[in-house]
C-alpha cells in the first residue's frame, strides 16, 4: 500500500532529483503559474510553496519578486537540492524538510499558500489530502489564498473510458488492492518506476474545501489561463487551478 513514506522514497530517488532540478531552468514558472500569481498575489505577501520538490516554483517566484517565500517538501533529498541550487545561485530562499500533513506554523501565518503541480493529489488517502486543506486553512490570514492544481477526472480526453472500467470494479469490488479510492491511480514512467496519484473531479474538490471554510474563487483549466511553452508542456500535462479564499 502506499504511504506518506513510500511517496518520500520515490522522490528521494536519484532521478527525480534530475528531473525535477533540472525544471527550475528548463521549463521555469509556468505561463498559467505567473497569471494566477500576478492575479492574486502580491510581492509582498508571505508564501508558503508546499510540496516545492527541488524549488522550481519557491525559486522562480522568488526571482519574479516573491521574496518572502518558505518551500517545503517532504523528500529531503529535493530539498538538499533546493538549497544547493539556492546557495550557489546566490538566492536567500528558506527550505524546510516537511510533511503538508502535520505543518508546524502558527495559525495566520502565511497571506498565500501555493502547492503546485498536482502534488496535493500525490498523497495517498482522501482523509490526509483534507488534511492538507484543513492546515492550509489554518495557517493562512483571513482573506489569504490557497492555490493548488488538480487533474479533472471526469475531462480526462484519453483516458475517459478507463476511469468507466475502473467504476466498473470499484462498483463490484475487484479494483486493485494497493488502491484506497475510487480516482486512485498508480503511475509507471519512462523508467518502470511506479507512483501514487489521485485523481479527483470537480465535485468532489468542492466538497473537500468548503467543508473546512474555504471559499472557491475559481477553477480554470491551464490551457484556459495561458498558452504553455513546449518545455512545460513536455514536463507536465493539462491540470485545473483552484484559488480558494480563507
Not at 34 to 58: M, P, V
Not at 103 to 110: E, L, V, W
Request: charged fraction near 30%.
Amino acid at each position: 500500500m502506499y504511504t506518506s513514506e513510500s511517496v518520500k522514497d520515490f522522490y528521494n530517488r536519484g532521478i527525480n532529483k534530475r528531473r525535477y532540478g533540472e525544471a527550475i531552468d528548463k521549463s521555469g514558472l509556468w505561463d498559467s503559474e505567473k497569471n494566477i500569481f500576478e492575479k492574486y498575489a502580491k510581492k509582498s505577501d508571505k508564501i508558503l510553496d508546499l510540496g516545492c520538490g527541488a524549488g522550481r516554483t519557491t525559486i522562480n517566484l522568488y526571482r519574479s519578486g516573491h521574496q518572502n517565500i518558505i518551500g517545503l517538501d517532504i523528500s529531503d533529498k529535493l530539498v538538499e537540492y533546493a538549497k544547493n541550487y539556492s546557495r550557489e545561485n546566490g538566492l536567500n530562499i528558506e527550505f524546510i524538510v516537511g510533511d503538508a500533513t502535520e505543518i508546524d506554523c502558527a495559525p495566520g501565518t502565511f497571506d498565500v499558500v501555493f502547492f503546485s503541480y498536482n502534488g496535493l493529489m500525490c498523497i495517498p488517502r482522501q482523509e490526509n489530502r483534507e488534511k492538507v486543506i484543513n492546515n492550509a486553512y489554518k495557517i493562512l490570514k483571513e482573506k489569504g489564498i490557497f492555490i493548488f492544481t488538480a487533474h479533472n477526472r471526469d475531462d480526462s480526453g484519453k483516458f475517459n473510458q478507463f476511469w468507466a472500467d475502473e467504476k466498473v470494479k470499484w462498483d463490484n469490488g475487484v479494483q486493485d488492492s494497493d488502491l484506497f479510492e475510487y480516482g486512485d491511480k498508480i503511475d509507471v514512467n519512462g523508467t518502470g518506476e511506479k507512483t501514487f496519484i489521485h485523481f479527483s473531479n470537480i465535485k468532489e474538490i468542492e466538497q473537500s474545501v468548503t467543508k473546512f471554510g474555504f471559499k472557491v474563487l475559481e477553477y480554470k483549466k491551464r490551457s484556459e489561463i495561458a498558452q504553455e511553452s513546449e518545455a512545460v508542456k513536455e514536463f507536465s500535462g493539462e491540470t485545473v487551478f483552484w484559488v480558494l479564499q480563507k
